[in-house]
């Protein structure tokens, strides 16, 4: 396991959070995010501001597209350090559950998406408490997910079966 922390008060170089982003994506780990600040100490994964815990985990699914869309590592890291500072609070007006009617709200699985930009999505599911526990299942076009302006109901079906054999650890 490894510890990050982030200090919201620090500037970051873009090496610096690729660095991160590339310890996210090659290493299997779980652990305890403590919302304090993100340094690559190797101890485990804490992040932690309030005194509260949040357990961040990834799926298979999630490596798989944060290899493909790597150039969203930025916007990434700073979606992690606003839900370790609140995770339940919205990262921003984009940051909403899939619609309980659509394929994907009809999974159980009360995953929510929120934009890192105009058109690629993390999709996550938030939970627990002391700690929160944050499952990263992807980052996602609106393609992929079957949800761009003339919605792809197969697609949608195709992408919830995916979320469905997904595991986060």
């Given at each position: 396991?490894?510890l990050?922390?982030?200090?919201?008060?620090a500037?970051?170089?873009?090496?610096?959070?690729?660095?991160?982003?590339?310890?996210?994506s090659?290493?299997?780990?779980?652990?305890?995010l403590?919302?304090?600040q993100?340094?690559?100490?190797?101890?485990g994964?804490?992040?932690s501001?309030s005194?509260?815990?949040?357990?961040v985990?990834?799926?298979?699914?999630?490596?798989?597209?944060?290899?493909?869309?790597?150039?969203?590592?930025d916007?990434?890291?700073?979606?992690l350090?606003a839900?370790?500072?609140?995770?339940?609070?919205?990262?921003g007006?984009?940051?909403?559950?899939?619609?309980?009617?659509?394929?994907?709200?009809?999974?159980?699985?009360k995953?929510?998406?929120?934009?890192?930009?105009?058109?690629?999505s993390?999709?996550?599911?938030?939970?627990?408490?002391?700690p929160h526990?944050l499952?990263?299942?992807?980052?996602?076009?609106?393609?992929?997910?079957?949800?761009?302006?003339?919605?792809?109901?197969k697609?949608q079906?195709?992408?919830?079966?995916k979320?469905l054999?997904?595991?986060?650890k």
């Open positions: 396991m490894r990050f922390e982030i200090d919201s008060s500037s970051y170089t873009v090496g610096d959070m690729k660095r991160l982003m590339e310890s996210l090659n290493t299997n780990w779980s652990g305890l403590t919302v304090s993100v340094t690559g100490l190797d101890n994964n804490e992040i501001e005194g509260d815990k949040l357990k985990r990834k799926t298979e699914l999630f490596d798989e597209t944060l290899a493909k869309y790597s150039d969203q590592a916007k990434l890291n700073d979606f350090l839900k370790t500072r609140n995770p339940i609070e919205p990262y007006k984009s940051d909403t559950a899939f619609i309980s009617a659509g394929p994907i709200g009809r999974t159980g699985l995953l929510r998406h929120a934009h890192l930009s105009q058109n690629i993390v999709v996550y599911k938030i939970h627990g408490s002391n526990i499952d990263l299942y992807a980052l996602m076009t609106h393609k992929d997910l079957g949800t761009s302006n003339t919605s792809n109901i697609q079906k195709k992408v919830s079966k979320f054999n997904q595991e986060p």
